[in-house]
């Protein structure tokens, strides 16, 4: 009887071990806040319209007067095209970080330094490009995750600075598949979402957007102050002694119940 109940105590215990090692769930919203950031970015926000455009299919309807049903598909397969391309980026440094699990606190270090240096290019020091890719998906529907991947490659050297703040979250953790993917759908999700929103009541859009341009600024220095707070925390090993004071704090001192 003892041993069973044992044997039930432990199993919530191992699932809190799951959730929270390598500070995953902080891992998550600064993945998510980083999406934001990005999509806040010079090389994103004035190109929405025309996003939105082309997912639901190139014609003279304005946008604010297309099916709202279809525009909400179309940048959901978007997102999905994107998503494809920043998970496969997720993985392959997760693989990476398993592959050399004897470098890892190194790897972590080097990681710190580069969001340091990809920082200071949100605020101003270098500047930030895309890739022109040789591939012109077809409009609408159809056309729409190709469009997204075609996004997620062209623009990754724009978002590079928040991408790869959470490229070396990866490495902060047991480097697993599960992780990677968490991530990379956070991160995902807090890009992607307000152009779900947006598609949702474009109607609308027109204020959002003068409100965000007129602060696009203030987000890129907040940006950039988050990024150069987690570089740090890399690059000293604070992050690892954050994950350790959360295990404490949420794991050591809960109670089970039986």
């Known amino acids: 009887m003892s041993t069973a109940l044992l044997a039930l105590a432990s199993v919530p215990a191992s699932l809190s071990d799951q959730v929270t090692g390598g500070a995953l769930p902080l891992a998550v919203l600064v993945a998510a806040l980083a999406g934001l950031v990005s999509f806040a970015t010079p090389c994103v926000l ?25 525009m909400v598909l179309g940048t959901l397969l978007f997102i999905l095209g994107f998503t494809a391309v920043f998970l496969l980026a997720s993985l392959f440094v997760a693989t990476a970080g398993r592959i050399f699990i004897e470098q890892r606190e190194l790897l972590m270090r080097i990681g710190g330094v580069l969001v340091i ?14 890739f022109r890719l040789p591939v012109k998906p077809a409009t ?8 997204g991947a ?10 590079g600075p928040t991408l790869a703040a959470v490229l070396a979250l990866n490495l902060t953790g047991d480097a ?3 992780r990677a993917v968490v991530l990379a759908v956070a991160y995902c999700l807090g890009l992607g979402a307000p152009f779900v929103l947006i598609a949702a009541a474009y109607e609308r859009w027109a204020p959002v957007s003068a409100w965000l ?6 987000i890129q220095v907040l940006g950039a102050v988050l990024l150069i707070i987690i570089g740090v925390l890399l690059l000293t090993g604070g992050w690892d002694a954050i994950n350790q004071w959360l295990q404490i704090r949420l794991i050591s001192d809960v109670e089970v119940l039986i």
Do not use: H, N
């Open 46 to 70: 004035p190109l929405v319209p025309g996003y939105l455009g082309y997912v639901t299919g190139l014609s003279d309807i304005a946008l604010e007067k297309r099916s709202r049903g279809r």
């Open 150 to 159: 075609v996004f997620g490659l062209g623009w990754a050297p724009c978002m």
């Open 140 to 147: 609408g529907l159809a056309g729409a995750p190709v469009l």
């Open 213 to 218: 341009r007129r602060r696009q600024r203030t």
């Open 117 to 130: 240096l990809m920082a200071l290019v949100f605020l101003g020091a270098g500047s930030q490009r895309t």
């Open 176 to 178: 697993s598949t599960t």
